[in-house]
């Protein structure tokens, strides 16, 4: 009987570790994420951005015209769900591609903003990092696609 509950335990914490090092840093699990950062944008979410963004933070907007950190986001978002929301209508991405290596993700694609005022396409290219087991956002670098003419 002893052998028996031995192995069960020692079967149970062979389990629970296996568990508890699954790491965040898979294509399903960073897509998924990279998702809630456009749906907390559009609905702006400032804790889920509080809980999602690295401390050191950089959003390099358009042709370096706007540089945001995390604190600089969060309180935007902060502004804007005290305010009613944004005025984006969707934001609908496509092309989505995942490259890990490491405890690293470059997530790059495209993001249709529609809004009533001047809606745009961007490229984007994010890089999440996985810390302590949480997949943190640390880098965000937007490029609108010129209208064609």
């Not at 400032?46 to 969060?74: Q, R």
């Not at 005025?87 to 997530?107: E, F, L, P, Y």
């Amino acid at each position: 009987m002893k052998s028996l509950s031995l192995f069960i335990l020692l079967f149970g914490l062979s389990f629970f570790t296996a568990f508890a090092q699954q790491s965040c840093m898979t294509e399903a699990n960073i897509k998924a994420l990279d998702a809630q950062w456009e749906e907390a944008l559009l609905h702006p979410d400032p804790d889920f951005l509080e809980s999602i963004l690295a401390e050191n933070f950089i959003w390099v907007h358009n042709h370096y015209s706007m540089v945001d950190t995390k604190k600089s986001t969060v309180e935007s978002r902060k502004k804007q769900k005290a305010n009613g929301g944004s005025n984006i209508k969707s934001r609908t991405q496509s092309d989505v591609k995942v490259a890990i290596t490491g405890n690293t993700a470059i997530v790059t694609g495209f993001t249709e903003v529609d809004r009533p005022v001047d809606p745009a396409k961007y490229h984007f290219m994010r890089t999440y990092v996985e810390v302590n087991g949480k997949c943190l956002l640390v880098g965000n670098h937007t490029m609108a696609i010129p209208k064609e003419e």
